[in-house]
T-cell receptor, first 116, second 116 residues
Framework: AQKVTQAQTEISVVEKEDVTLDCVYE???????LFWYKQPPSGELVFLIR??????QNEISGRYSWNFQKSTSSFNFTITASQVVDSAVYFC?????????????FGKGTTLSVSS | ETGVTQSPTHLIKTRGQQVTLRCSSQ?????VSWYQQALGQGPQFIFQ???????GRGNFPPRFSGLQFPNYSSELNVNALELDDSALYLC???????????????FGPGTRLTVT
């Protein structure tokens, strides 16, 4: 069965600190996709990244970086030099690529609070 | 490019009543998915529509039903409302629904449903 675990419920940091959000997933499929979404207080989920199971290269986008490790079934997200605007709930999600429909299975989310 | 829109923003209903929520997909997207997000939880997949047909369903009872129209907009209907149906209902649109490849899903702002 598919499952996404975000063990960190809440994280508080001070501006300019680096912070890593953990994501561990479970799936029996060899083809799957992993996502990160940001949910600011306004409520709308904002897409951040999609990676497929065949591409283990780490990715960097500005202050954001993602570390995908199949050996530990993890897809961690790091924010470098955090800013107050990064305060939000962050969700990791999983989708298997061989089923009808392309449902996202979300973790419970990590609430990040960045103070100035 | 118009993003995903949902209506209404907020809704209060009484237990046992029926409700219809509406979603307009992003321009160029042919697939619509619906999610339920209870307070403090990650979104849970309800179902997905592609070419006006249900294309995958999560673990929700039949009283949750949907429609997709030729212009790709969609409705979520919930009959016999229960108190536990109180949640944020999110609509997401994406392209490529006929393929078993989960493209990025872009979310609307959601409809906050309160059942009393």
């Amino acid at each position: 069965a598919q499952k996404v675990t975000q063990a960190q419920t809440e994280i508080s940091v001070v501006e300019k600190e680096d912070v890593t959000l953990d994501c561990v997933y479970e799936t029996r499929d060899t083809t799957y996709y992993l996502f990160w979404y940001k949910q600011p207080p306004s409520g709308e989920l904002v897409f951040l990244i999609r990676r497929n199971s065949f591409d283990e290269q780490n990715e960097i986008s500005g202050r954001y970086s993602w570390n995908f490790q199949k050996s530990t079934s993890s897809f961690n997200f790091t924010i470098t030099a955090s800013q107050v605007v990064d305060s939000a709930v962050y969700f990791c999600a999983l989708s298997e690529g061989n089923q009808a429909g392309t449902a996202l299975i979300f973790g419970k989310g990590t609430t990040l609070s960045v103070s100035s | 490019e118009t993003g995903v829109t949902q209506s209404p923003t907020h809704l209060i209903k009484t237990r046992g009543q029926q409700v219809t929520l509406r979603c307009s997909s992003q321009s160029g997207h042919n697939t619509v998915s619906w999610y339920q997000q209870a307070l403090g939880q990650g979104p849970q997949f309800i179902f997905q529509y592609y070419r006006e047909e249900e294309n995958g369903r999560g673990n929700f009872p039949p009283r949750f039903s949907g429609l997709q129209f030729p212009n790709y907009s969609s409705e979520l209907n919930v009959n016999a409302l229960e108190l536990d149906d109180s949640a944020l209902y999110l609509c997401a649109s994406s392209s490529g629904g006929g393929l078993a490849v989960p493209y990025e899903q872009y979310f609307g702002p959601g409809t906050r449903l309160t059942v009393t």
